[in-house]
């Protein structure tokens, strides 16, 4: 027994200085964010010291740089009524899809599976001529080219859980004279809040995320926060590393308040979306 | 009810139509038509047969990216899902602290592609820089660096998944195989392993997909550099379109190779699955 606690203990020394590696990247990018612009690529792992500490004169300068605070406002619009938009409509097409057996239903479904596998440089470049074409390249007409692009893996695990769920209740809400607008929002969706909220997670985590489809179809007039961080490398011929620093450590913070509020949540909805996706 | 339900087929299913059809039916269409053609906007299109296709397979870059890819794409897939499941195994066992750690594992995993490769930029260029050299030196630093980056974000996601697999294998299987007198690695190989094969088969689609696919953390990490040697396929379609002016039916053809692969890629994975779950 004595040796099975010693390997015990030496198992946890192991996790913890694994933990430790895991999380020394971030610990890093905290640390140089205090430092000089030009101390940073030198000596990117020693502390800062009299020398080399500037205070917060670098988040200063990263938020000026890249609008940072009106980044965070658009990633957050875009990010919330996306999510919204694709709950709510994709819940009802998964439904009527499912309960409605034609040819046209079982299309659609299976064109909304197809959609999962295509990869995002098939479409980009036409996509985003379609979306300046009708007017969509501003952070509300993204909302409606974020349904679209999400659309296939929600319907498809929507669809997946209203398969499961029982016709009898619908049916019964139906006869005691609910319409089917009805049937749905009271009866259907309450039964549907489990998938949703893996969804809403899913979602959530892409949109926040995304780089390539903001910066191709709304440019840099609105930046959302991975199109700020991009931005202030990609634009001026020197980079300033402090500011980089600084909006490095400003993107993470915001996802790791997120992720330690909701853990138990994100990570059953990353399991969930995994096994049905 | 399904007739009732019937006549409210506008209001259940049209707002999701016409998002799809703008956003992913007509330019999906469009970019097959286009990668048959030559033009600059997509008005201007002139037909021009397989010439993009055969331009898209004598591009270097092109090959190289594939090549590039799919070496990527197998050291990833093989060393994330190793210490993926060899973490899950540890942290089944009820040592202390085992959520603390989960927590911290899987982390990574919600940071974005882009902060991803530049927070690993300034690290392997520190590293790099006590021998007095930067990723940009050498391709294989830059693939190396990839490689690290991927394992660093997907180890925390696939554990995940291996725990959830793991925990649901039977406790008196585990014991009836102790009693017949199974060794630690025996019940590993022999019960663990072929009871967790659904979970194996979803965290490799995961990891060969998202390699394939890799785009954000390629951009920000090395950018292509040197002279577009690390850049993979979907940097380098990306590339074709918006670096040279010309040649957006080049990027287009690409576009539709790229295609096709992850789909016979993801196709073959999915019958793969189907197979398996006859067997069961």
Known sequence: MKTRKVIRILLFLLLTVLSVLFLAPVFIVFMNSFKGKFYISDTPFEFPNGETFVGISNYINGIAKTGFLNAFGWSLFITVCSVAVILLFTSMTAWYITRVKTKATSFLYYFFVFSMIVPFQMVMFTMSKVANMLHLDNPAGIIIIYLGFGSGLSVFMFSGFVKSIPTDIEEAAMIDGCNPLQTFFKVVLPILKPTAITVAILNAMWIWNDYLLPSLVIGTEYRTIPVAVQYLIGGYGSKDMGAMMALLVLAIVPIVIFYLTCQKHIIEGVVAGAVKG | ?280
């Open chain 2, 1 to 280: 009810m399904e007739r009732t339900l019937k006549k409210y087929f506008a209001v259940f299913t049209v707002p999701t139509i016409i998002a799809f059809t703008i956003s992913f039916v007509i330019p999906f269409f469009m970019g097959v038509y286009l990668s048959f053609c030559e033009f600059t906007t997509v008005v201007d299109a002139e037909f021009a047969g397989l010439s993009n296709y055969v331009k898209a397979f004598s591009n270097m870059d092109f090959l190289n990216a594939l090549w590039f890819t799919a070496k990527f794409a197998v050291i990833a897939v093989v060393s994330i899902n190793l210490f993926a499941f060899l973490l899950a195994i540890l942290l089944t066992r009820k040592i202390k602290g085992t959520n603390i750690f989960r927590t911290v594992f899987f982390m990574p995993n919600l940071i974005g592609g882009i902060v991803l490769g530049y927070i690993w930029q300034l690290v392997i260029n520190g590293v790099l820089a006590k021998y007095e050299m930067t990723m940009f030196a050498d391709a294989k630093y830059g693939f190396w660096g990839l490689v690290i980056l991927m394992n660093w974000q997907l180890i925390g996601y696939m554990m995940i998944i291996y725990i959830a697999g793991i925990q649901n294998v039977p406790g008196e299987l585990i014991d009836a195989a102790r009693v017949d007198g199974a060794n630690p690695l025996q019940v590993l190989k022999n019960v663990t392993i072929p009871m967790v094969m659904p979970s194996i088969t979803i965290c490799l689609f995961l990891t060969v997909s998202n390699s394939f696919k890799l785009f954000d953390q390629n951009l920000a990490l090395t950018g292509g550099a040197p002279s577009r040697k690390t850049a993979m396929l979907a940097l380098d379609i990306f590339d074709t379109f918006y670096g040279r002016i010309g040649f957006e039916g080049v990027g287009q053809a690409k576009a539709v190779v790229f295609f096709i692969l992850v789909a016979v890629i993801a196709l073959s994975q999915l019958a793969l699955t189907r197979r398996k779950e006859v067997e069961n």
